[in-house]
């Protein structure tokens, strides 16, 4: 367990452990302050191995339509299908519709409609091994989106069964990024019946019934075609939606809201639909909780697959209780991350929350915010919120560094729960590949933690 990294190993030898006479100023440490200076003259480095476990929630907010500030933060949209022999298969749909014009504005009289445009940038999240295309289908929704509703991760949405239209994504290994487009010719019913609304004597600027033309117009789903697909992330906040005619020989536009939540914003998420049948997750069909030891020593992460990770330090506390007289000034989390199973990460890691653990494993400290993205059962219990932890990274990264100083420091002194910690996506983008990380002691890649250690002079 110990990897010491002593800088006074012949006093060490001598059995004079203090440090004064060595570094003056370690009697004036504080815990709180992790500067250089203090890491260099750390008596000690110790690395404890981590236990973790796999736990499935019911599902995961995806798009909190009363929360502007997140929506309109852009969360995207996920579509496609994920398939590994670790997680098993799992397929995400895009919904989404559209608000009121950008313009406001009675259309022509003699307005006649040519098209209805839909582009849409997307980003390659993963690509499969000889995965060449990405084939999506644009479906109608059956019902309107609810605009007090809080959509999950498994709120399915039913959508008419003959697409309106098709369009392909090639897998280009040069790019990460593209764009793709669908369009609804001029005798789409959907068309026709935007340009008799826009007619309409009541439809003008001050027109504000969004609850109304969402109930009108419904709204879309992009559904992709197959079990082991590229899957894609669109950012609809970059996109358009517009109406094209002409009015005699006037060309005529109008462009909708694709903006997210506000003032005649629209509504989006991604559901998913997992079948872990035959995989090393197979068991969270009847378990919520799946040890790593059970699951290929890895612990997984899959924001639209509802799983999120937990770990514990089960040698951390005898170690400190072994060893008083050290002080913790500073420890980390290290979670070297995985290559993707069965295929290609694009772009960068996502991004994690760390969550402080309860007595109860399957309960969860939190914000206030967050829970809205658990249903209610144990799930929901409240218990004290450990600060969010946000880590970020450029695509060459290949780890995750959380610091977790305070939160070990407060199990230590009595004002923290030692329940591990429950590591979330953080809120914005969700993925659908899974990332995981290692808890075996004999992976050079495993996930540790690193701690640091003084003896002050008293």
Request: hydrophobic share 45%; with cysteine.
């Amino acid at each position: 367990m110990l990897a010491n990294v002593c800088r006074w190993a012949a006093a060490l030898a001598l059995g004079a452990i203090g440090l004064a006479g060595c570094n003056p100023d370690t009697t004036e440490v504080s815990p709180n302050v992790r500067d250089q200076q203090q890491l260099e003259n750390a008596l000690m480095v110790d690395t404890f191995r981590l236990d973790g476990a796999t736990q499935r929630f019911d599902s995961t907010l995806v798009y909190p339509s009363t929360n502007t500030a997140l929506a309109v933060g852009g969360a995207s949209l996920v579509v496609g299908a994920h398939q590994s022999l670790q997680t098993g298969t799992l397929a995400s749909v895009g919904v989404f519709d559209f608000g009121l014009p950008l313009t406001i504005t009675r259309f022509p009289d003699n307005l006649v409609a040519d098209s209805l445009v839909i582009r849409l940038p997307f980003r390659f999240q993963h690509t499969p091994p000889g995965a060449t295309q990405l084939v999506l289908n644009l479906h109608r929704l059956q019902a309107p989106f609810d605009k007090d509703s809080i959509y999950l991760a498994s709120s399915a949405r039913s959508y008419d069964a003959t697409p309106l239209a098709t369009a392909t994504i090639a897998v280009d290994t040069t790019r990460i990024s593209g764009e793709v487009l669908f369009k609804l010719p001029a005798t789409d019913t959907l068309l026709q019946n935007l340009v008799a609304f826009g007619k309409r004597a009541d439809f003008g600027a001050t027109y504000a019934d969004e609850v109304a033309f969402a109930r009108r117009f419904r709204g879309f789903a992009l559904v992709p075609q197959g079990n082991s697909t590229p899957v894609v992330s669109f950012r609809l906040r970059d996109g358009l939606l517009a109406l094209y005619g002409r009015s005699d020989t006037v060309r005529f536009s109008r462009a909708f809201n694709l903006r997210g939540a506000g003032a005649g914003g629209n509504q989006y998420f991604s559901y998913a639909r997992a079948d872990r049948t035959g995989s090393d997750l197979a068991a969270l069909a009847t378990t919520r909780l799946l040890p790593a030891a059970q699951a290929g020593n890895r612990v997984y992460i899959q924001s639209l697959g509802a799983l999120w990770g937990r770990v514990n330090w089960p040698t951390y506390v005898g170690f400190r209780r072994a060893n008083p007289g050290l002080t913790l000034i500073r420890a980390v989390l290290e979670l070297p991350a995985d290559p993707i199973p069965a295929g290609r990460r694009n772009g960068p890691l996502p991004q994690l929350i760390a969550w402080q653990g309860t007595a109860d494993a399957l309960a969860v400290g939190r914000n206030t915010f967050f829970a809205k993205a658990l249903p209610a059962g144990r799930n929901t219990t409240a218990a004290g919120v450990l600060d969010a932890f946000y880590q970020g990274y450029s695509p060459a990264a290949t780890s995750y560094q959380i610091e977790v100083t305070n939160y070990l420091l407060g199990i230590e002194n009595g004002t923290q729960i030692d329940g591990g910690l429950l590591l979330a996506p953080a809120a914005g983008e969700p993925f659908l590949a899974p990332f995981s990380f290692s808890t075996d002691p004999a992976s050079a890649r495993r996930a540790r933690l690193r701690a640091y250690f003084v003896r002050l002079v008293r």
